[in-house]
């Protein structure tokens, strides 16, 4: 009984860490308002994948312009083809599409990309969808 309790618990954690280490990290690098623009603002954030880490499928409902620094990702938008970016390339977001795929493509290497934002003011820079 005290075996199997312990075999959940190591399976629990591990779960959980796996999940934890999946997780991007994101840094939100620049906010600033444009006047020409009311009510709309550029947010500029890093984007960091562990190695075999993911983001969920989410939307920005923003215009987004993605430059990878480092590794690679594969990115897919809701009705169209995976794309593996290296660095120096570029992905685009528009406001109404839904990013299924946003994956390191690797599982030992880390990845890192820039995103510019064109948004509406102090709108979340990332909406879950399922």
Known sequence: ??????????????????????????TTLMSKDIPESPGREVEVISVEHMPGGSNPAHRHNAQAFVYLLEGSVVMQLKGG??????????????????????????????????????????????????
Do not use: W
């Open 81 to 130: 083809e995976p794309v593996t970016l290296k660095p120096g390339q570029t992905f685009y977001e528009g406001p109404n599409d839904v990013h299924l795929v946003d994956r390191n493509a690797s599982s030992t290497e880390p990845a890192k990309f820039i995103v510019f934002m064109i948004k509406d003011k102090d709108a979340p820079a990332l909406i879950p969808v399922e």
């Open 1 to 26: 009984m005290k075996t199997t309790g312990l075999v959940a618990l190591v399976v629990l954690c591990l779960a959980v860490s796996t999940a934890m280490a999946q997780q991007a990290k994101v």
